[in-house]
């Protein structure tokens, strides 16, 4: 039987400064391993009256202080003169310490803090005064490792409730702190580490959805980093294996020219893991509201766009002025349009200008705003060339999938996000998605949910996760610089919070008025690896540090990996279809595509990547047909319909 | 009461060295307390309760104080020859240790208490002298002892090498004319030639000599001035600079908030506190307190 450790300080009350059942003080030695942070126990095995009460505290201010009653006294001490300062006698001094409580056992009565003497928490302690002991011990543990408490020279694992982390309990994390530290994303990308290591089995299938919105940050998620000895310590200490992510999936868009992938993960070791993400006409079009601002869309907008949604799209579709339409693709929706215009011009005389109870106004705004899409999103958005998106229905356990929109188009980030999210809240109330709970990552929220601003589709996407996510195992990690300045909503439905280093400034806002000077001070100080850590189970933040991220970081990828230069047409086409088929000729390639309009080779291209065919080669030369020239009714119909009038002219 | 100049012809202010030259030696501290109140009535028989305590706290090499040893003891005071049965049996099941005291005064109240003071003082220095001479057995090859008060009340304590008493009080004068105007009129930082004190009180003849810390213009002719006692040696007299260029670099830190820190020295200070700090709480440090609770701490 080991003797139980010594006391490392004393309880004391006075009536300045009474203990109160939220908040005790103690002093300690000059040295002592404790501070800001640390967790302390009171009682158990002091003789103190009271001490039969367990009292479980976190370190939140200190104070050092001598019995020198006013500066004054040390210049006479030292005779005005700085240099004689150093006395033979060091003055009397405290260490005197403010502790917020955690826990108290018996919880009732809930009583001030008795007197007793005070003890630096061991593991058991660490995991008693977080009231972790209910989820790590209990018949179906659901406890999530996010970091070891390492203050007063301890190494304890502190454990998150995965109910109150991915629902249904409470969900969400929010990770705020200043950029360029590395501390959010790298936060992140352990925790999933830790999730997937440690999601309980009772609670199913578990995936995660990282958008990629800044340089490289999440490109290299299925690299292994540099760890040092004191991270694989960590790892082990934690019981997460210190490995990259073995199942990643990463998604780009295409760049305007349809072929180059829009990622710096374009090394050629590399390059071939990354799946297009385009999406034609059908996808986009039920997110017309993401692209279309308050001022475009009016309720004759509105109810245009409907009914271009309801009676047209993917449907045979008479026009009225004799031609059948089947509208599936930007293309043949602007075909509609031309139709419906020339007719209205031609066939009415130019007499008649409503169609369908629509006026031709109000047509043509909906027009040049559709069709712009596809311009402003060139290389996500494709005119008319089928759609390749992320595997809906069948996301697999454990896998992260990476989209990475950071060379997007604002605009376009914005309908990867509204769609995608939209997408997965839709087959997770279905039950179809594949897993039973996503994690869904978003960094910059200061701007995608801003506090203040426009009501945004994205804002109101990210506000609709926050509340109800949790219901549906739809959670969101969002992180940020600023968390003053996200919507208070989405922050404040975070069940878990995580802060690294903060800005002063940014601790000066009314969200930090809980934290002691101290807390601040040391949140501002904050070492990367080191993070304060909220939980609905802690009843004060606590410090924990985690180990640097399995995974090769955003900037160390990219020097591993350096990005290649995007290559001319021809060659992005061969390297796609060599991609899919090692035995493709260059050259047969080249010698097929030339001469070749870029819009049939690309989507030629897609089919054969949609279809995965054994003969890729063969498939692309069936798919792209023989030699045609272009259609020259066609070509005069571009010629004949003027150009429409930009935004700024019209008079609607 | 004689006194013999043991340096100069006549009584000289010497100019203390600069007080970075002498290195400061390892030592340990000793200072007491003594506390009393009336606890109860025999009539007009008062009946006392004291508590006396000393303490000795040695300075490590970073100058920090860590208590050494310590003697206390509670006690009551009592003239038991003039007390009824009832309330001596009472008394006696109350206390194990009763002081019996003389019963002369019992009925002049006030000078009856003066007694009391007395007696409680001269048992506080009957402890202290107790723990230093118990002190200078531990003491280390190079570490000297410095006591609160006169040396020469034990033998064995003024006999040591190395043991210094600091005096605050100077009920006592041991100098007259001239002598006795330049050791009242001493400027900072000097002190008075060496003399020997014998007689009086003490039982044992030491070396003697005033040293004024502060400067006492502008204050009064006492402030500031120690008189310091030391073993009769002639190695006292000449290590009377060195040893005065230490106690005035013991001036830093300063003994505040004492009242008497121009002439307490912040160790023998700090074991002060010290007593008082586990002196018993029902025994109040001042006899005239106040009668309401203290509002605030």
């Not at chain 1, 309990?169 to 360029?180: K, P, Q, T, Y």
């Not at chain 1, 060659?571 to 088929?581: E, G, H, S």
């Not at chain 2, 502060?214 to 006292?236: K, Q, S």
Request: aromatic share 8%; charged share 25%; glycine share 6%.
């Amino acid at each position: 039987m080991t003797a139980p450790p010594p006391p490392i300080g004393r309880v004391v009350a006075t009536e300045l400064k009474p203990s109160t059942p939220h908040e005790f003080h103690f002093w300690t030695a000059t040295e002592t391993p404790i501070g800001i942070g640390a967790i302390v126990k009171v009682g158990g095995g002091s003789w103190e009256p009271g001490a039969e009460r367990v009292v479980y505290g976190v370190v939140t201010e200190g104070f050092a202080y001598s019995d020198l009653a006013t500066p004054l006294h040390d210049v006479v001490g030292a005779d005005g003169d700085p240099t004689n300062a150093d006395a033979p006698t060091m003055r009397q001094q405290i260490r005197y310490w403010t502790a917020a409580v955690l826990r108290q056992i018996p919880e009732e009565p809930l009583q001030p803090v008795p007197l007793g003497q005070v003890y630096v928490a061991d593991d058991a302690d660490v995991a008693q005064a977080l009231r972790m002991d209910a989820f790590l011990n209990s018949a179906t543990p659901t406890a999530i490792p996010v970091g070891l408490y390492t203050s007063a020279g301890r190494d304890a694992p502190v454990y998150l409730d995965a109910d109150f982390l991915l629902g249904p309990e409470a969900a969400h994390l929010n990770i705020s702190g200043v950029s360029g530290l590395a501390t959010k994303t790298s936060a992140v990308e352990f925790l999933l580490a830790s999730i997937f290591a440690h999601f309980p089995a009772h609670k199913g299938r578990v995936a995660a959805v990282c958008f990629n919105v800044k340089g490289p940050d999440l490109c290299f998620l299925d690299q292994a980093g540099n760890l040092s000895d004191e991270d694989r310590h960590r790892y082990d200490r934690l019981k997460v294996p210190a490995e990259p992510f073995k199942r990643v999936q990463f998604y780009a868009p295409y760049k305007s020219d349809g072929v180059n992938l829009n990622t710096l993960r374009t090394h050629l070791d590399l390059i071939g893991d990354v799946e297009p993400l385009t999406w034609g006409l059908q996808e986009v079009v039920d997110f017309a509201e993401v692209l279309l601002n308050r001022d475009d869309i009016d309720a004759k907008a509105d109810a245009f766009i409907d009914f271009l949604r309801d009676r047209v799209l993917g449907r045979t579709f008479d026009d009225g002025f004799g031609t059948t339409h089947r509208v599936t693709t930007f293309a043949d929706l602007d075909r509609l349009f031309r139709s419906i215009f020339d007719g209205l011009e031609i066939t009415a005389g130019g007499r008649s200008d409503t169609w369908r109870t629509h006026h031709i106004a109000t047509m043509r705004k909906v027009r040049n705003r559709l069709l712009n899409i596809s311009t402003r999103c060139k290389g996500l958005v494709t005119d008319d060339g089928p759609s390749s998106d992320l595997p809906w229905k069948a996301f697999e356990d454990r896998t992260v999938y990476v989209i990475d929109i950071a060379n997007v188009d604002p605009l376009g980030q914005d309908l990867v996000f509204a769609r995608v999210v939209s997408k997965l809240r839709e087959q997770l109330e279905r039950r179809e998605l594949g897993v039973d709970a996503v994690v869904v990552f978003v960094d910059e929220l200061n701007k995608y949910a801003p506090g203040d601003g426009p009501d945004t589709y994205v804002k109101k996407m990210l506000l609709d996760i926050s509340e109800r996510g949790r219901y549906l195992g739809l959670v969101l990690f969002g992180a940020e610089q600023f968390r003053s300045q996200v919507h208070r909503r989405v922050v404040g439905n975070a069940g878990t919070q995580i802060f690294g280093r903060m800005d002063m400034d940014e601790l000066a806002t009314p969200g930090y008025q809980v934290l002691s000077p101290a807390t601040k001070s040391k949140l501002a100080t904050l070492p990367i690896g080191e993070l304060m850590v909220r939980h609905p189970h802690f009843t004060q933040p606590i410090f924990v540090r985690f180990p640097r991220p399995p995974v090769l970081r955003g900037r160390d990828g990219v020097e591993r990996f350096p990005p290649a230069e995007d290559v001319p047409f021809e060659d992005a086409v061969v390297r796609q279809l060599v991609r899919l088929d090692r035995r493709v000729r260059p050259n047969q390639v080249k010698d097929l595509i030339a001469e070749r309009e870029q819009d049939d080779v690309r989507r030629a291209l897609a089919a054969v990547r949609r279809t995965r065919p054994d003969d890729a080669f063969a498939y692309f030369r069936k798919v792209l047909g023989g030699r045609v020239e272009r259609d020259a009714a066609l070509r005069r119909e571009h010629e004949v319909v003027p150009p429409l009038n930009t935004i700024s002219d019209e008079p609607y | 009461m004689t006194v013999d100049l043991l340096e100069d012809a006549e009584l000289q202010a010497h100019a203390v060295p600069e007080r970075s030259a002498p290195p400061i030696p390892e030592a340990s501290f000793l200072n007491g307390i003594g506390r009393w109140k009336v606890v109860s009535y025999d009539g007009v028989v008062q009946v006392v309760e004291a508590y006396v305590a000393a303490a000795v706290c040695g300075r490590d090499a970073k100058g920090v104080l860590h208590t050494k040893a310590g003697l206390q003891r509670r006690f009551a005071l009592a003239p038991l020859a003039r007390m009824s049965p009832g309330a001596r049996q009472q008394l006696e099941q109350r206390f194990s240790d009763i002081e019996p005291v003389d019963a002369d005064l019992v009925e002049q109240p006030a000078r009856y208490l003066e007694m009391i003071e007395s007696t409680v003082r001269k048992i506080r220095a009957h402890v202290e002298r107790e723990l230093a001479e118990d002190a200078i057995r531990d003491l280390g090859d190079e570490e000297w002892l410095m006591l609160d008060g006169r040396l020469s009340r034990s033998p064995a304590n003024a006999r040591h090498p190395r043991t210094l008493g600091a005096i605050k009080s100077h009920g006592a004068q041991f100098l007259e004319g001239r002598g006795l105007e330049r050791a009242l009129t001493l400027p900072a930082g000097h002190r008075t030639s060496v003399f020997l004190v014998r007689g009086g009180h003490t039982r044992t003849e030491v070396y003697s000599w005033y040293l004024r810390l502060w400067p006492w213009e502008g204050n009064d002719l006492l402030y500031g001035l120690l008189r310091i006692e030391a073993r009769a040696d002639p190695e006292t007299i000449r290590r009377a600079d060195a040893l005065s260029g230490w106690l005035l670099a013991e001036r830093a830190p300063i003994a505040t908030p004492a009242t008497r820190w121009d002439r307490l020295l912040y160790p023998l200070h700090h074991v002060e506190e010290y007593l008082n700090a586990r002196a018993p709480r029902d025994l109040p440090l001042h006899r005239a307190s106040a009668r309401l609770p203290r509002l605030a701490s």
